[in-house]
């Protein structure tokens, strides 16, 4: 494995851990209301093309990390939709 | 230029794009109280490195929108600390 692959591989995986505080917050607090769910749904759209990107080319960084980060995104709008809009606010 | 190029920045532009109604939402409702900080400053982090991976291998799509990509989360940033903790929802 080259170094340059060693950094797509670092950079994929600080990228995709970027929405778990964002469902740790979601969980903590029991709220979305102030996420827009275009942005997953969008971010999801364009994470497909990158996979498909990542696939012609065969860069595995690529495949793997936005493979992982559509399934963040996923778990975002579910809990987008189990929280509901206003829900009170629940404390964990 | 070819035609995984294209999907290349085609994939940037949407994923680029899915910041974008976050931060219409953001500022139409003046509350980013639901939304983690840290979710965009990991990203931000994440994405100078896919910038640095891009510039390695001369990949012009993957320069380009990480660079887009950090600006909005830079705007989310500032927008979060802007409105604040608990501050009163605005309607625009």
């Known amino acids: 494995m080259d170094q340059v692959m ?32 275009f942005m997953p749904l969008v971010l999801i759209a364009g994470m497909s093309l990158w996979l498909a990107y990542g696939v012609l080319l065969g ?20 809990m987008k939709f189990y929280y509901g809009r206003g829900a009170p606010p629940v404390t964990r």
């Open 6 to 37: 060693v950094i797509g591989l670092v950079a994929g995986f600080i990228t995709t851990l970027g929405y778990v505080p964002q469902i740790a917050k979601g969980y903590r607090t029991g709220r979305m209301d102030d996420v827009s769910v």
């Open 59 to 78: 860069d595995v960084p690529i495949m793997f990390w936005n493979g992982v980060s559509i399934a963040l995104n996923v778990a975002i709008i579910a």
